[in-house]
């Protein structure tokens, strides 16, 4: 059997089991059209936390944990998110949901998945702290775009664990880089994958984008500047080495991609990384209680 028809047998496979995935939760697909309406209001965010219990839950542990410091409890979310704020309500909600779908099931012994959460949780706190900093529109997409980017790796580990082992053995011990290895086992990338799943649930165009082409920002046509946010943000998180991605190297930003910052009229250059990355640490080691969710039960 040739080559290219070993490589069409196994997209196909790879694109069967996204398909049987789950379906999106309803609380998370109603959080992200929150997202997307920028006339939510707290009250709708509550109640709409409220119908889920164990959401609820986690979120009022947040609200009173020690690094808060609130001096009474909190029985309510509308109250947790007059103490915490909306968007740390919001950003903690789809986190938490979007981790508890891919929560459980094997995966590959060789990779520590909660190490890649650490990451993309990384990426969505450094898109948002770029995106602030840009005076985007964008502000409220940029946590959610940061942290679904690589959910494509997490399909891989959870549905196709035999490959995403050989795939990480070969960047681990052949030299390989993670795209190259991708493309041998596979014949395609983890960010394609991602995107045939973002399609799936029918997440928002600008967000299906950034994970589809958080290594090509160029190739977006609705929102480049956002994905070019989301592959800057994903560049700190391997520099400052927050979680693991399942890459060796991080790759170096591509031309095109400061090219979309300055076709928006802000300055930034590679130059301006280093500082960017002591940020983003200080900005990450304030979200230890929304990490400590990844490592529960
Ligand atoms: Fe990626
Ligand atoms: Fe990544």
Redesign the pocket.
């Known amino acids: 059997m040739n080559d290219s028809i070993t490589q069409t047998r196994r997209i196909k496979r790879i694109t069967e089991s996204v398909i049987s995935l789950p379906t999106l939760p309803t609380v998370v697909s109603k959080m992200l059209e929150l997202v997307d309406n920028p006339k939510t209001s707290a009250a709708s965010l509550a109640r709409l936390i409220s119908t889920d219990q164990t959401l609820t839950a986690r979120i009022l542990k947040l609200a009173n944990s020690a690094y808060y410091g609130f001096p009474r409890e909190i029985y309510t979310v509308d109250t947790a998110i007059v103490v915490l704020g909306f968007n740390t309500v919001k950003d903690m909600g789809l986190s938490l949901t979007v981790l508890d779908v891919f929560k459980g099931g094997a995966g590959a012994d060789s990779f520590d998945v909660s190490k890649l959460w650490e990451h993309s949780i990384g990426c969505g706190i450094g898109a948002k702290m770029l995106a602030r900093r840009f005076r985007s529109p964008l502000v409220g997409e940029a946590f959610v775009a940061g942290l679904l980017?690589?959910i494509?790796?997490v399909i891989l580990n959870h549905y196709l664990a035999g490959e995403f082992h050989e795939i990480i053995g070969m960047v681990r011990n052949d030299g390989r880089t993670?795209d190259e290895a991708e493309e041998v086992v596979l014949g395609t990338s983890?960010?394609e994958i991602g995107g045939w799943l973002a399609d799936k649930w029918r997440l928002p165009k600008i967000i299906a984008e950034s994970i589809r082409y958080?290594?090509a920002p160029w190739e977006a046509q609705t929102a480049p500047l956002l994905v070019a946010v989301v592959a800057i943000s994903?560049y700190l998180c391997h520099c400052a080495g927050i979680g693991n991605?399942g890459r060796k190297n991080p790759v170096s930003p591509d031309d095109r991609v400061w090219d979309i910052f300055s076709g928006n009229n802000i300055e930034i250059s590679a130059d301006a990384l280093e500082p960017l990355e002591t940020d983003l640490l200080l900005e990450y080691d304030q979200a230890e209680t929304l990490l400590s969710f990844i490592h529960e039960d």
């Open positions: 980017h690589d494509g790796k993670l983890h960010a958080h290594h994903n991605s």
